[in-house]
């Protein structure tokens, strides 16, 4: 059983940067998908961002080009990042990250929703302001 626990969530001016985390509780070594959804208020959870074991980024339309995911193995826990940069106000929402394993590959952004991932975290708050 691996937990996750999301933080860096926060509040931000639009424009600003914030960093996320997403730590695992024991390292992830199989073939895997990592990802990051979001859920905004009065709308359904979407994808936001997938890397896979072999490091094969994925990223949403809207946040191409502003966010970065990555991650850092070199830890005993595997833990997920999501660099934010250029906020805006529509980036309002609760943040989760997920995985899913064993996997070769992330499926599609919208092809796997966040409930079909294995492991699911609680999500962080990020709240930008115009």
């Known amino acids: 059983q691996v937990q996750l626990t999301e933080s860096g969530g926060g509040s931000v001016q639009s424009g600003g940067s914030l960093r996320l985390s997403c730590e695992a509780s024991?390292?992830?070594?199989?073939?895997?998908?990592m990802a990051w959804f979001r859920q905004a208020p009065g709308k359904e959870r979407e994808g936001v961002a997938t890397i896979d074991s072999d490091g094969t980024t994925a990223y949403a339309d809207s946040v191409k080009g502003r966010f970065t995911i990555s991650e850092d193995k070199t830890k005993k826990q595997s833990t997920l990042y999501l660099q934010m940069n250029n906020l805006k106000p529509e980036d309002t929402a609760v943040y989760y990250c997920?995985?899913?394993?064993?996997?070769?590959?992330?499926?599609?952004?919208?092809?796997?929703?966040?409930?079909?991932?294995?492991?699911r975290g609680q999500g962080t708050q990020v709240t930008v302001s115009s």
């Open positions: 997920a995985v899913d394993l064993p996997r070769a590959y992330c499926p599609r952004l919208g092809e796997f929703s966040y409930g079909q991932y294995k492991y």
């Open positions: 024991a390292f992830i070594y199989s073939s895997y998908c």
